[in-house]
């Protein structure tokens, strides 16, 4: 088992999307995230099914860093409340789990 972690999190257009991907990564929050379009997602919100169009991030970070990916994303995310789901990276390549050691706030990037 690592000390990394993948988040997951939906945004309702691309442009969100971007935004926020991009603000992880500027603040070092995250080494990177990939924006997945054309996501369909069905769930139940306030008693009733819901059908919505999503984009969807696929965000590399640290368990250290988890609390304040969360907190980015629930303070910048149009959602009411946003989906940040983490799932443990057992295993990786050495050479990609050390780059994104140093990319990220916690590790050597600063």
Known sequence: MTDKIILLSTCGNAEEAERLARALVEARLAACVNVLGGVRSFYRWKGAVEDASECL??????????????????????????????????????????????????????
Do not use: M
């Open 57 to 110: 991030l696929v965000i590399k970070t640290s368990r250290a860093l988890f609390d304040e990916v969360r907190a980015a994303l629930e303070k910048a995310h149009s959602y009411e409340l946003p989906e940040v789901l983490a799932l443990p990276v057992v295993a990786g390549s050495p050479n990609y789990l050390g780059w994104l050691d140093g990319e990220l706030k916690d590790g050597a990037g600063e």
